[in-house]
């Protein structure tokens, strides 16, 4: 089986699964990805699409997170380095690098370049944690796993809304 196969089984999978978990009637599945060295979870209502890394073309005079635009069948979507708009080191692009089109359900193109996708999990398996750190700010709750990592559950209609994000234009 060739790479591009995989990849397309893989996708055609967890697309699969997100329809079928949003279908729950008390949906407990998120989405969970990593950025700037954190841990996140995002509602499947909230998450948009998920899409490998396409070409980006830069923005003279934007934030240094901003990374820039894509093309995205036809539409053009804004690209922010979530890791990097949180306070870390600008994201690597690797194999494992993802956009997640969180703008999509608010019809509002915006993207964020995640470091990975960590695939659907259940919040019947973590605990209630309290925020802190950078990333409570944009963070609905905070939960912990079995391993002892907090994830985050993101906002995306606090972030999507917020000045701060926006703004992408250099000060």
Not at 36 to 44: K, M, Q
Not at 127 to 142: P, T
Request: no cysteine; hydrophobic share 45%; glycine share 8%.
């Amino acid at each position: 089986m060739s790479k591009r196969t995989s990849l397309r089984d893989f996708q055609e999978s967890l697309a699969s699964r997100i329809r079928a978990a949003a279908s729950e009637a008390t949906p407990s599945a998120r989405l969970s990805f990593e950025a700037g060295g954190t841990h996140w979870l995002v509602r499947l209502e909230s998450a948009g699409e998920v899409l490998a890394v396409p070409e980006i073309a830069r923005v003279p005079l934007t934030q240094s997170w901003f990374v820039g635009v894509a093309n995205v069948r036809g539409v053009l979507f804004g690209i922010s380095d979530f890791g990097a708009f949180l306070g870390g080191p600008p994201s690597a692009l690797g194999v494992e690098s993802r956009l997640l089109l969180i703008g999509q359900p608010h019809a509002i193109n915006a993207a964020l370049l995640v470091t990975r996708l960590a695939g659907l999990r259940n919040l019947r398996e973590f605990e209630r944690s309290r925020r802190n750190g950078a990333a409570a700010k944009w963070a609905e709750k905070a939960w912990r796993d079995a391993e002892g990592r907090i994830w985050h559950e993101l906002d995306s209609t606090r972030l999507l809304s917020h000045r701060e994000f926006l703004n992408v234009a250099m000060h």
